[in-house]
């Protein structure tokens, strides 16, 4: 079995930083895809940042030039650096993988889930 686990959310003021980190365990044989999305009261579940085929990295529209993602393969984990925030980025946010099993199957896997709440 495969498990996310997340960590870094909480309170900050209005134009603070935060560094959510989210690390896979388990039977892992591969990952392809690494990404974090985030839900807001009310709202739908949206795409914040994530890897995508050749390294390449994509994000909301809403968080370019003040988010950024990076990874860390020897611990199968994913960043999210977020900076700037705004009283609209708190959300909780989830961290996405996708993962290779050593039977050929390929699944997605979530994180719990951790808050982010921007003050202003």
């Known amino acids: 079995q495969v498990q996310l686990e997340e960590s870094g959310g909480g309170l900050v003021q209005a134009g603070g930083s935060l560094r959510l980190s989210c690390e896979a365990s388990?039977?892992?044989?591969?990952?392809?895809?690494m990404g974090w999305y985030r839900q807001a009261p009310g709202k739908s579940l949206d795409l914040v940042a994530e890897f995508i085929s050749g390294g390449s990295t994509n994000f909301a529209d809403s968080v370019k030039g003040r988010f950024t993602i990076s990874r860390d393969d020897s611990k199968n984990a994913v960043y999210l650096q977020m900076n700037s925030l705004k009283p609209e980025d708190t959300a909780v946010y989830y961290c996405k993988m996708v993962i290779g099993s050593w039977s050929g199957a390929v699944a997605n896997y979530w994180g719990e889930g951790t808050l982010v709440t921007v003050s202003s």
């Open positions: 388990g039977t892992i044989r591969t990952i392809n895809g």
